[in-house]
């Protein structure tokens, strides 16, 4: 699992008024490959709650409760 630092910057408001705001914060980076396995599916608990992410055969994620 690797540790990625990055700064998120956004704009607020319009014209004279817009506030850039700047956040900075690590970020953890995890390959599909070392999440899934040879599988195309897991089971994420959070919260007390199972959530299904599944990898199509189209190589997209889709994140079920």
């Known amino acids: 699992m690797n540790l990625i630092d990055t700064s998120c910057h ?10 850039l705001q700047l956040a900075s ?4 980076l995890i390959s599909s490959e070392d999440l899934f ?7 994420i608990q959070h ?3 199972q959530y299904h992410l ?7 994620l ?3 409760k």
């Open 62 to 64: 889709i994140l079920t």
């Open 25 to 28: 914060f690590p970020i953890k």
């Open 47 to 49: 919260q007390g709650e």
């Open 54 to 60: 599944r990898l199509t055969r189209n190589n997209k």
């Open 37 to 43: 396995g040879n599988s195309n599916q897991i089971l």
């Open 10 to 19: 956004k704009e607020y408001g319009s014209g004279d008024e817009s506030v």
